[in-house]
């Protein structure tokens, strides 16, 4: 298994939309964990810009999994930032699982926000690693 | 149930075009909708049908189109019933 890459771009406007629909509890309950909700927690609030890179995270996260990451709850794909500022990625269960047949050990992620938009650039090495599982095609679209 | 699903849509999917342009089968990817969208979808859908798509059908192609949508919550509603 090669060095595969993931990239996905979002919208805060659009974490914005989500947050004051009437679904907006909802929505931060099944998209993101505690910790990275407060992560994103602001005297003002949670702030869309940091929920939307922590959302292109995840997308890239499973652009890069077998499968397109079908059947992978989003907050089963964590991002954790630690005392130095740093983010690093928690994979758990159906993620965690389809990472570990893929023989993707090691995963290293980029997230960046400016201008009302986010990114994340996500790499997962799977070099020295035989997939236990072969990838097939239906992708995720959470 | 298409008609609800097309109101969801309208509401949350932020397509550019007026999804009642599109036919049933129409890839709603291609018209537009992006994965942070889908999820607003998803979650709408829920609210409106009164239901939850569990993590096995969190996938690209569930939501691929209204036929494809309606073809999930069919699946959903007769397994509730079972």
Known sequence: MPIRVGIDLVAAEAVQAALQAAHGERYLERVYTELELEDCRTAAGVDPERLAARFAAKEATLKVLPAGGGGVSLRAIEVRRDASGRVHLRLSGRAAQLAADAGLADFAISLTHEGGFAAAVVVADGRGATPAVPDTADGATT | ?82
């Open chain 2, 1 to 82: 149930m298409n008609d609800q699903i097309r109101q969801v849509l309208s509401d949350h999917a932020r397509l550019p075009v007026d999804v009642q342009t599109l036919d049933d089968d129409a890839d709603l990817y291609e018209a537009g909708m992006t994965s942070h969208a889908s999820v607003n979808v998803m979650i709408a859908l829920e609210d409106a049908l009164d239901l939850e798509f569990p993590d096995a059908m969190l996938k690209r192609s569930v939501f691929a189109s209204v036929a494809a949508i309606a073809e999930a919550v069919t699946a959903l509603r007769t397994a509730a019933i079972r």
